[in-house]
């Protein structure tokens, strides 16, 4: 009954004429936006301050793992047996499983060699290790670089395949899955993946595979990586920041507690017989490596983390190939949670509490919410509240829940602590792609399946190197003006102007407005007979 009493004012606003048509204005927004604004916002403000708070536990809750770890030094690695092979006579090599390497690369012109090289540099007896080169490049020169340099090692010894399709079905997930299909992979005991611009040192699979080989339960053994690009420029900064708190507080938080966490896609040994058991490689979702990882977890397998071994690899450098990359982070899990929520629940082989921890902790809360919630408490909730002064956001809301995160998110890069402020403005940057990318991967709506490859260019030296501005000239201009995240930052700023400028004058004229609206009908009680009132009774 209050909206259409509000309608009814705004029409009769509009069809009476006046003088002052600013005053009428004025008029109206009030009129509209108390019935009908305020409480649609409060209820906004209500959802995302309770999901600000599931956040905020989770990171608390992360954090005190971590630093319980540390102080008691309680590392996951310690929790598993390891021991060095011991060469046998009788034996021989054969002593050694068998290990697959797969590199996976699509048109790598910049890091193909450093990617075949650091393949072929693994040390581990010659006749028990083979590598694979999973080219699905378009470019037929590149094609052409890859297959020789791969020719280049086998004439040095080197057990290498060079493997190609006739088309690119499945992506990533397809190279791997038709890789897995030649009798030589198949007799691997382990495979390790590494994507084509990471560089594993040369011992990477004599401090890896004793955990697998000692440990039955062991699936996978997930390294940590290392950015050689870090310095680029700011945003490799700001996201130097979100990942190594990824890496020192999510995956090990995962590994120690549940021995579950999700595989990186990269820089990680699968066990061969959990890799069969889960199912394999699968297109389904554009996170083919989560999708494994919980299917293995969900057939028993436990996860190793190791922060300890580090493989270095590139950091995008332009916002264009990051934007797409996250496109993909953010979109792909949130369509693997709608594919596997159900499997999840139902599935007999692990505890309620690991269930649990993979719906709501995993998936809901760090790869839902997290999206969620910094877009529409800080970029619509908190805007809105100055317009719709009904509406106010509690301190704790606004101010001591963000900063605890923020803080708690930052540790993890020391060195860049200074840059936090930057970090914060980054990360709301990029809150309305990362939310829009996890509402399209919960609907499956129009590029669920998107699927571009994050452009590279061979470490911070070649990537300031003139190569990269080969194509600058004929941009597109859609490609450098993001209309959308442009609109949302006029009214951000809008937005804070408006606050900064008249924040006490509008707080006092509503709270003005609030004792003449009590007068006002103290008075026409009064007026109309019903009850006589003292002055003390007005004021009580």
């Known amino acids: 009954m209050g909206k259409l009493s509000a309608i009814g004012v705004i029409i009769e606003s509009f069809t009476s004429g006046g003088d002052d048509i600013i005053g009428k204005i004025v008029e109206i927004w009030v009129q509209f936006r108390v019935p009908v604004l305020a409480p649609l916002l409060r209820i906004l403000m209500y959802v995302s301050l309770a999901m600000s708070v599931m956040l905020f536990v989770e990171k608390v809750y992360m954090s005190v793992v971590v630093g319980f770890n540390c102080l008691f030094g309680r590392k996951t690695e310690k929790r598993y047996k390891w021991e060095e092979f011991k060469d046998d006579v009788e034996l021989g090599s054969s002593v050694y499983p068998l290990v ?30 083979v590598i694979q080169v999973l080219d699905d ?40 899955k038709e890789g897995l ?19 594993p040192e040369p011992d990477f699979l004599w401090k890896t595979i004793p955990f697998l080989h000692h440990n039955s339960e062991l699936g996978l053994v997930q390294a940590r990586w290392k950015f050689v690009n870090s310095d680029e420029c700011l945003m490799t900064r700001m996201q130097e920041m979100s990942l190594n708190y990824h890496f020192k507080v999510e995956q090990e938080v995962g590994s120690s507690t549940h021995a579950f966490f999700g595989f990186n896609g990269t820089a990680g040994v699968w066990r061969m017989a959990a890799l069969n058991e889960a199912g394999g490689w699968k297109d389904r979702t554009t996170v ?27 950091l995008p450098s332009s916002l264009k190939a990051y934007r797409y990359q996250q496109h993909r982070w953010s979109c792909g899990p949130a369509n693997l949670f709608r594919k596997m929520i159900y499997e999840i629940m ?33 970029c619509v909730v908190i805007p809105a ?48 792609h990362r939310t829009k990318a996890t509402f399209i ?24 190197t003139p190569t990269r501005q080969h194509g600058r000239l004929g941009f ?19 937005s804070g102007c408006y606050d900064l400028a008249f924040e006490k004058k509008s707080t006092n004229e509503h709270k003005k407005g609030q004792r003449m609206k009590k007068t006002l009908g103290v008075a026409s009680r009064t007026s109309n007979g019903a009850q006589m009132y003292t002055p003390s009774m007005v004021k009580a």
Request: net charge positive.
């Open 288 to 314: 083919e490596d989560m999708d494994l990882a919980v299917r293995a977890s969900l057939k028993g397998w436990k996860f190793l983390y190791l922060g300890s071994i580090k493989v270095k690899n590139e």
């Open 385 to 432: 509240s100055v317009w719709i002064p009904e509406v106010e956001v509690p301190t704790w809301g606004t101010i001591y829940i963000p900063t605890v995160i923020t803080i708690l998110n930052a540790v993890g890069t020391p060195r860049s602590f200074y840059l936090v402020v930057f970090w914060i403005v980054f990360e709301n940057v990029m809150a309305l």
């Open 476 to 494: 597109k201009l859609s490609e450098r003006i993001l209309m959308l995240e442009l609109c949302v930052g006029i009214i951000l700023f809008v």
């Open 137 to 176: 490049s378009t470019d037929p020169v590149i094609k052409d670089m890859v297959k020789v340099e791969c020719e280049k090692w086998a004439s040095k010894g080197t057990n290498i395949h060079y493997q190609v399709r006739d088309n690119r079905k499945g992506y990533k997930a397809g190279a791997l």
């Open 181 to 199: 299909k030649h009798q030589y992979a198949n007799e691997c005991d382990y495979v390790a993946i590494f994507d084509a611009d990471f560089q």
């Open 441 to 464: 991967g919960i609907l499956e709506a129009q590029r669920v399946n998107e699927w571009v490859v994050t452009e590279k260019h061979g470490g911070a030296s070649k990537a300031k």
């Open 100 to 129: 697959l390497i797969q590199v996976p690369m699509f048109n790598e012109r910049e890091v193909y060699q450093l990617s075949i090289g650091a393949a072929c540099g693994l040390s581990w007896p010659s006749d028990r290790i």
């Open 346 to 378: 139902i599935n007999e082989k692990v505890t309620l509490w690991k269930k649990l921890h993979v719906i709501y902790s995993f998936f809901f809360v760090r790869k839902i919410v997290a999206h969620i919630v910094t877009f529409v408490l800080y």
